[in-house]
Every structure is written in structure tokens, then in C-alpha cells.
């Protein structure tokens, strides 16, 4: 069975600085796609960013960026020149693209606070 | 707005109770998945839907069930509460299942049970 595992339950940052959130995950499949989802005191879970397996090339979205080891099943997530409105829970979560079963298997999420 | 609704925002109940849980996938979307988001168990899914028949089973509990119907809308039933199904229940949708393409899941605002 497929793990994700975050290993910081809470993270602080400057604004305007970088920082960047751990990800590690179990799986013995090839083909996967990996998330990033912010969830603001809000609830609403939104998606920042993916990446597919297959892809050697780490996805950027703005001030939001991966760094994506396949080796490693490292998957982390870097917010540059951070601003208030990225304090939120940040969650990893893994996704197969194998079979029929497409459910997310989610890590324990990290709290990302941001100092003025 | 994800296009993904659910109703209704915020449910308080007794224990021993019967709830009912509805969501609208986003216009197109065949597939509906169900999470459940606890403060001791993080993030955890339910169970999918695709285009009205069950797809996957993840740690739903037997006093739980759903269904979706022909306008591909989807309940989930909650019954015999008990204190520690206090929590928030996701929804999310996706175009299709096919496990090939990138498929990603849009979430709903959530329904937040509190059962006393």
C-alpha cells in the first residue's frame, strides 16, 4: 500500500522568503502522479501544483516549485517570496495512474505560518 | 468556486442519528469521490463513483453508504453516529476515470458534522 508521510507539522517563514515543505512517500509502482493542496482557515482544498512521474522535469507554478526525486520518493514543495495569503495547511498527496482506483492518499499535512 | 457543491455547510446531530450528505460534481464530471477529513485521522477516502456505479472502497465504515444517481449527483448516508464521526466530509469530482490522463480532482466547500 502507498504511504506519504510529512514529516513537519508546522512551518514558519518570513514574508517575502523562501521555504520549503518536505514530502516523502511508499510506492511500488512506476506511474503516479503527485499533489500539493493548500488548505486556508477556509477549508477549501485547492490544488497549487502537480506533477506526474514520467516527467524528469520538476513543475513550476509561479512562486510555487517542486523538487521531485523519483529515486528518493521525495516531493517537495518550495513557495518563494512568500506572502500572508499562503498561510494555510499544506497537504501532499499521492495518486496512482494505474488501475481503476483513483482515490488520494493524502500525508498528515504541514501548518504554514507566515510572519509579517 | 470549484463548480463542485455540497450541502449542506454545517450539520450538528445527536448520536444514534441518521444524516444525509449531498454533492454536485462540476458540470461533465462522471466521477465523485468522498473524503473524510478527522483531527485524529487527517484526511481518509470513502469511497468513488463513476457515472452511477461504485469504483473503489477505501476505510468507509458499514454505517456508511452512497450512492449516485442518473443526474450524477451523489449522497452519503451517515447512520448510528457516534462522537468521533464529527468531522469534515469532502466531496470532489473529476472528468473521467481513466488512470492514463492527468484526471484531477476538484473539491467542494465540505460539509462540517458535528455529532454531540
Known amino acids: 500500500a502507498q504511504t506519504v508521510t510529512q514529516s513537519q507539522p508546522e512551518m514558519s517563514v518570513q514574508e517575502a522568503e523562501t521555504v520549503t515543505l518536505s514530502c516523502t512517500y511508499d510506492t511500488s509502482e512506476s506511474d503516479y502522479y503527485l499533489f500539493w493542496y493548500k488548505q486556508p482557515p477556509s477549508r477549501q482544498m485547492i490544488l497549487v501544483i502537480r506533477q506526474e512521474a514520467y516527467k524528469q522535469q520538476n513543475a513550476t507554478e509561479n512562486r510555487f516549485s517542486v523538487n521531485f526525486q523519483k529515486a528518493a520518493k521525495s516531493f517537495s514543495l518550495k513557495i518563494s517570496d512568500s506572502q500572508l495569503g499562503d498561510a494555510a495547511m499544506y497537504f501532499c498527496?499521492?495518486?496512482?495512474?494505474?488501475?481503476?482506483?483513483?482515490?488520494?492518499?493524502w500525508g498528515a499535512g504541514t501548518k504554514l505560518i507566515i510572519k509579517p | 468556486d470549484s463548480g463542485v457543491t455540497q450541502t449542506p455547510k454545517h450539520l450538528i446531530t445527536a448520536t444514534g442519528q441518521r444524516v444525509t450528505l449531498r454533492c454536485s460534481p462540476r458540470?461533465?464530471?462522471?466521477?465523485v469521490y468522498w473524503y473524510q477529513q478527522s483531527l485524529d485521522q487527517g484526511l481518509q477516502f470513502l469511497i468513488q463513483?463513476?457515472?452511477?456505479?461504485?469504483?473503489a472502497k477505501g476505510n468507509i465504515l458499514e454505517r456508511f453508504s452512497a450512492q449516485q444517481f442518473p443526474d450524477l449527483h451523489s449522497e452519503l448516508n451517515l447512520s448510528s453516529l457516534e462522537l468521533g464521526d464529527s468531522a469534515l466530509y469532502f466531496c470532489?469530482?473529476?472528468?473521467?476515470?481513466?488512470?492514463?490522463?492527468?484526471?484531477?480532482?476538484?473539491f467542494g466547500p465540505g460539509t462540517r458534522l458535528t455529532v454531540l
Open positions: 458540470s461533465g464530471d462522471l466521477s
Open positions: 463513483y463513476y457515472n452511477g456505479e461504485e469504483r
Open positions: 498527496a499521492y495518486r496512482s495512474a494505474q488501475g481503476s482506483n483513483y482515490q488520494l492518499i
Open positions: 470532489a469530482s473529476s472528468p473521467h476515470v481513466d488512470g492514463s490522463s492527468y484526471n484531477e480532482q476538484f
